[in-house]
């Protein structure tokens, strides 16, 4: 028998949410998922990596604790109690979705859901069929080499069964390994970090970059330039040589942590049967409704490779559902995401980094200040937190903005706020900020920003 729905939702991440409101708004709604409901971001995604950062704050402020001329030791965390408290968070969060997936009416289908024809989904050994599909699986890590000899990706560290390492080689020198690195170091497992390039976080703006490389190496031991050559396994734990600009070298450590990117979950649901055809990459393109070339089958967060942020999967979630019980009909707007980078130091962005402007021909104003307009930061007894504003001299808007700094997501709220309001760097120079707020680094950068662009008019 063909169960017939109003509205499928396929993957029981961000988009639970979805599901969950269009129930309660009356509609008919499946809900398929194979595996914990609440998908990456609560299971093994950003809730328990940034549970650990509070961890890292901790061991650091400790560690540190001799720049405020104060006289303490650090002798070390309790790692089984951390990750017991992570594991007991992750524990819950199946529970706490099924409770409200059940509530709000949703029929909840457990089993891979993959299609056998035109808007049909077969999953859990039932055969459903609905107007409208949304496509809401999610990505993977991408797949380690050397899996066979018990290498992790993150998803073995959430939940993290048996001992935490008792040191860590992380290949990779994207989001996170540099989250994670930045953990392990502070709590005290020795961390190399290896990457193939000669510079870590690819896509952040280089000036930011440099500041990160200079502190994040104060603790994590870095490797660049760093091609994996081979990798073995004994008692004693792993042994990795790789290919340098110095020769070859060969890395020991008890634990191997590949943060290598991710995947799209997209080739076990057999879209050709439904006319879909994912880009070479295996993301499914949509257009500016989040709609797929089939009408009325839409894909959101991770699977349609816009932004790959869970912010962002929240916000498609939203639209959609706008646009399903609201009637909403423009498309989406999503010029003001920014993203955060918790590790240590924390690095927060948005818009343009200056390397694409300069591609794109872009004319722009850049200021690249440090924070010590602000007394807080002076108490930190740290200097090189800084910003990068990068603004254009024909209308004052905002193409992008670099911080590297403490609470640095926090602060680039302001930004995203103006961005999103009216984008004009005038605006934040015109504000009265809080003194001596962490935010006073922005007013400096954005008065300076307003001098730049008369300087560029008056050439
Ligand atoms: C370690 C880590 C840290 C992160 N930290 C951050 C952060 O700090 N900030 C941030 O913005 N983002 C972060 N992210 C990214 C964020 O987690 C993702 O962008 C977000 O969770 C994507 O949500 P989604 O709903 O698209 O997919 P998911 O949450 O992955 O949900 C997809 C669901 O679909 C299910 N599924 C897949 N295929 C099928 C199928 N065939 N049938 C049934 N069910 C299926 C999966 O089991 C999963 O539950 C992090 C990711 C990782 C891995
Ligand atoms: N704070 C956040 O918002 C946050 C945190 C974690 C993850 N995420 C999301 O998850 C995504 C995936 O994170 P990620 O760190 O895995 O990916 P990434 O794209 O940030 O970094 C991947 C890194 O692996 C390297 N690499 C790729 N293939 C390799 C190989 N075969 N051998 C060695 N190195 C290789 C790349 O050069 C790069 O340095 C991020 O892009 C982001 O969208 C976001």
Redesign the pocket.
């Known amino acids: 028998m063909i169960e017939s729905y109003d509205l499928i939702v396929?993957?029981?991440?961000?988009?639970a949410n979805l599901a969950i409101a269009a129930a309660k708004d009356g509609w008919k709604v499946a809900l398929?998922?194979?595996?914990?409901l609440g998908?990456?971001?609560p299971n093994?995604?950003?809730v328990p990596?940034?549970l650990l950062v509070g961890f890292a704050d901790a061991a650091r402020h400790v560690r540190e604790a001799g720049r405020h001329f104060i006289d303490a030791d650090y002798h070390g965390a309790d790692l089984r109690k951390i990750f017991a408290s992570v594991n007991e968070y992750i524990a819950g969060v199946d529970g706490r979705y099924q409770g409200r997936v059940g509530d709000a009416g949703v029929t909840l289908v457990r089993g891979?859901?993959?299609f056998t024809g035109h808007k049909r989904i077969e999953?859990g050994g039932r055969i459903l069929t609905a107007e409208k599909i949304v496509i809401?699986?999610?990505?993977r890590p991408n797949p380690p080499p050397y899996a066979d000899l018990g290498v992790w990706t993150?998803d073995d560290l959430f939940p993290l069964a048996g001992d935490p390492p008792r040191s860590l080689l992380v290949i990779g020198g994207g989001v996170?390994a540099c989250e994670m690195a930045a953990f392990f170091a502070a709590v005290g497992v020795g961390t190399t970090l290896a990457v193939r390039k000669d510079r870590l976080l690819g896509k952040e703006d280089p000036d930011i970059e440099r500041v990160f490389q200079q502190e994040f190496g104060k603790y994590v031991r870095l490797c660049f330039g760093a091609s994996l050559v081979d990798l073995s396994r004994s008692e004693d734990g792993f042994a990795a040589t790789f290919e340098t600009h110095e020769g070859e070298v060969t890395q020991v450590a008890d634990r191997v942590l590949f943060a290598i990117g991710r995947t799209p979950?997209s080739e076990?649901?057999d879209l050709a049967e439904t006319g879909i055809r994912p880009d070479e990459k295996g993301f499914i393109p949509v257009n500016e409704h989040l709609e797929t070339i089939v009408s009325g089958i839409y894909a959101?967060?991770?699977?349609n490779g816009r932004h790959?942020?869970?912010?962002a999967?929240a916000q498609e979630v939203h639209f959609l559902r706008q646009k399903f019980l609201k009637g909403r009909t423009g498309p989406i707007d999503d010029a003001a995401i920014g993203?955060g980078i918790?590790s240590h130091p924390e690095v927060a962005s948005i818009g343009k980094t200056e390397e694409e402007l300069k591609e794109r021909g872009t004319p722009y104003v850049a200021v690249f200040e440090d924070w010590l307009a602000s007394a807080r930061v002076e108490a930190m007894r740290i200097d090189y937190p800084r910003v990068k504003l990068l603004v254009s001299p024909e209308d004052h808007s905002i193409l992008g903005c670099h911080l590297i700094g403490p609470e640095a997501s926090t602060l680039l709220h302001q930004v995203i706020t103006v961005m999103k309001l009216k984008n004009d760097v005038r605006e934040l120079a015109e504000t009265i900020f809080v003194h001596p707020a962490l935010n006073e680094c922005l007013l400096a950068a954005a008065v300076k920003a307003v001098d730049e662009v008369k300087k560029f008019r008056k050439k």
């Open positions: 396929l993957g029981g991440g961000r988009a398929i998922e194979r595996d914990r998908g990456t971001c093994r995604g950003c990596s940034k891979e859901g993959r999953a809401a699986t999610g990505s993150s996170i979950n076990s649901l959101t967060g991770d699977v790959m942020l869970q912010h999967a993203h918790f």
